[in-house]
């Protein structure tokens, strides 16, 4: 290329866009980040979205829309078809919307998976974020003759209406009904700049005439990231993270519930790490919390100091690997932020415990697929097998002390001779008094002495 055509090209309105062509979420968020540092880096004078969804997750539209609030660069939205609900949200947070005939934008009502309402405490927050957006443009001056009025550019009254059908709004809304408005609906009222085809009539309408166009490419990783990333998906690692370590403490040996818990941490902890989420700190204290947990159980009677120290360290390592903070400095973290990071990890260590619960009465029962990987064969003495001596039945009955803990198995001490045994509820401490209770299948059963 010569230098006359570079010149040339240097001259051009360099724009970029960015799609966005699927439901509002983790991916949706990387892919945003991703996008506005690459146009960054390129010096774009505009930045166009092109947006067709049914809307998403409330709380990364938040973090969309306020990224498009503080650029530096123009964003323009390009509405294909859709803008509904958390596209909407984004939609009114940039400079000026276009849409193609037959789009809509609105229906902004939070809701859950399965389209039913969520309480009022959600959409009073979605009512506020709207509005705000709506507010963040400021108003227009309007001069008629002598009089000097100002006009809301994006009136905040029908932004809300999106989201609360209780509110009235002549000629607009009736109460009752969600706002949703139709292209030509939204041209009256101030909430699109004008009908489009397609991008190239978009960038004509802006005045932008001789432009060279860069479109946004996400990376394998860049979709990665965001899978995992997903708060549904960092619940379920958090759950198989604890359950994995729980069925390993109860059956040591095993390795394949390490295993999966290993795989899973460092599943939910690299994407973290790699975005500078979660530090060395707070993945340390994580592992920290581990140990004091292990030593608690196989180590320290009781439940102390130590496993409730492990458990407060768990549960921080896990949440501050969510957050976008600097050491406890949380400047720049909101409030809604840490919310979220609280729900999901205690909704994966809730999970974990009720599958704990179920799994444990479950997992070797005669329908399940454990039963089919325990041991079912019969140990004949016919096939080389002996059995169990039979003179510990003799035991039953006999008063014992529990030379170590019993949680649930253990060893216990009669006439200075050690035996293993297994208490037959909860966990019984070391040097309690206990008493032989039965002898089944090769295995002495204890209590504790009242």
């Known amino acids: 290329m010569n230098l006359q055509a570079q010149e040339a090209d240097s001259l051009k309105t360099q724009v970029y866009t960015y799609k966005i062509f699927r439901e509002i ?32 997750q409330v709380v990364f539209a938040d973090s969309i829309r306020t990224k498009i609030l503080n650029s530096k660069i123009p964003v323009h939205v390009f509405i294909d078809n859709n803008a509904a609900s958390a596209g909407a949200l984004i939609s009114i947070a940039c400079d000026s919307i276009y849409m193609r005939p037959g789009a809509n934008i609105g229906a902004a ?15 009073s927050y979605m009512r506020s974020t709207i509005r705000a957006t709506a507010e963040a443009h400021g108003k227009d001056t309007i ?27 002549e000629s607009v809304i009736d109460t009752g009904k969600i706002l949703t408005f139709t292209t030509l609906e939204a041209i009256e009222h101030n909430f699109c700049e004008g009908q489009a085809d397609n991008i190239d009539d978009v960038l004509s309408q802006l005045k932008i005439y001789d432009y060279e166009i860069t479109t946004f490419k996400p990376s394998f990783y860049d979709g990665l990231k965001g899978f995992l990333t997903s708060p549904i998906l960092q619940g379920i690692l958090i759950l198989v993270i604890m359950g994995g370590i729980y069925f390993e403490l109860q059956t040591p040996g095993v390795g394949f519930p390490l295993m999966a818990a290993a795989i899973a941490a460092v599943l939910y902890f690299s994407p973290l790490y790699i975005d500078g989420l979660a530090a060395n700190w707070e993945i340390i204290i994580f592992i920290i919390g581990l140990v004091l947990i292990g030593l608690e159980v196989f180590v320290i009677p009781g439940f102390g100091m130590a496993g409730v120290s492990g458990i407060i360290l768990v549960v921080g390592g896990l949440t501050l690997s969510l957050l976008d903070n600097d050491l406890f400095n949380f400047d720049g973290v909101g409030f809604s932020k840490l919310l979220e990071a609280m729900g999901i990890v205690l909704s994966g260590l809730f999970g974990s415990l009720i599958a704990i619960i179920y799994l444990s009465k479950k997992l070797l029962s005669s329908s399940t697929f454990g039963a089919k990987i325990a041991l079912q064969t019969e140990e004949s003495v016919e096939l080389g097998y002996i059995g169990v001596e039979a ?32 208490a037959e509820t909860g966990y019984i401490e070391k040097d309690t008094k206990v008493r032989v209770t039965r002898f089944t299948h090769g295995q002495l059963y204890v209590m504790a002495q009242k």
């Open 143 to 169: 001069i008629s003759g002598q009089d000097t009025t100002y006009q809301w550019r994006r009136d905040p009254h029908i932004a809300e209406a999106m989201v609360d059908e209780s509110i009235y709004i």
């Open 25 to 56: 979420g983790s991916t949706s968020w990387i892919h945003t980040q991703e996008a506005f540092n690459e146009a960054e880096e390129m010096n774009a004078d505009v930045m166009l979205l092109h947006m067709n969804t049914y809307g998403g």
């Open 391 to 422: 003179s510990l039945g003799d035991l039953v009955g006999n008063e014992a002390i529990a030379f170590t803990s019993l949680r649930p198995s253990g060893k216990i001490m009669i006439d200075d001779e050690q035996y293993d045994a297994v």
């Open 109 to 123: 009502t939070v809701v859950n998976q399965s389209g039913e309402k969520m309480p009022d405490k959600y959409q």
